[in-house]
C-alpha cells in the first residue's frame, strides 16, 4: 500500500469507529421498553443487538444511528439488508439487532413526543 492508500484506510478506520461511538447504549429504561413490546427481553439482549449492529451492519455503509432515525421502519430495514448481506446474519441474530434498533427509536420518538407536548403546554396562556 503507498502512502496516500495507508492515510486513507486509517481515516476511513477512523470514520467507523467515530459512528459506532455515537450509536447509543441501551440503559434500564430501553429494557424496560424492550421489556414491555417482547416480554423477557432484557438489557443484556440488547447491548448484544447493539454489538451485532456494529459488526454485521457496519461493513457496506456508515452506521444508521436509530436515535436520528425514528421515523424509519426498523424492523423492515433488518428483514431487507439481512437478505442482501454476503456473510449469513442468523435469524435470532436478526431479531436482537431489531429489537435494538426499534427500542431506541421508539424510545426517541416517545421522548421527542414528549417535549414538544411540554413545550405546547408552556405555550398555553
Ligand atoms: C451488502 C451490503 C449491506 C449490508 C451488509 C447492510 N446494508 Fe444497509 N444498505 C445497503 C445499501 C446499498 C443501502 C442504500 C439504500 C438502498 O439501496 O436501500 C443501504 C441502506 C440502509 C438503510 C437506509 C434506508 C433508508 O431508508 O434511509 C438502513 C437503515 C440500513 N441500510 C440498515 C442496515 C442494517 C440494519 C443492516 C444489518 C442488518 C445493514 N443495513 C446491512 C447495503 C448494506
Redesign the pocket.
Known amino acids: 500500500m503507498n502512502r496516500t492508500g495507508a492515510w486513507a484506510g486509517l481515516l476511513l478506520l477512523g470514520l467507523v469507529s467515530a459512528c459506532a461511538a455515537q450509536l447509543v447504549r441501551p440503559t434500564s429504561l430501553h429494557g424496560s421498553w424492550a421489556a414491555e413490546r417482547w416480554p423477557g427481553t432484557t438489557l443484556a439482549e440488547l447491548e448484544r443487538g447493539r454489538e451485532l ?1 456494529v459488526r ?6 456508515a452506521l ?1 444511528l436509530p436515535a436520528r ?1 425514528p421515523d ?1 421502519d ?1 424492523e423492515r ?2 428483514r ?3 437478505a ?4 449469513p ?1 442468523a435469524p435470532e441474530e ?1 431479531d436482537a ?1 431489531t429489537r435494538f ?1 426499534v427500542t431506541v427509536a421508539g424510545a426517541a420518538r416517545e421522548a421527542e413526543a414528549d417535549s414538544s407536548s411540554s413545550t405546547s403546554a408552556a405555550a398555553l396562556p
Open positions: 449492529y454485521r451492519c457496519g461493513g457496506c455503509h444508521q432515525r424509519l426498523w430495514s433488518v431487507e439488508m439481512t442482501r448481506s454476503r456473510t446474519i436478526a439487532i434498533l
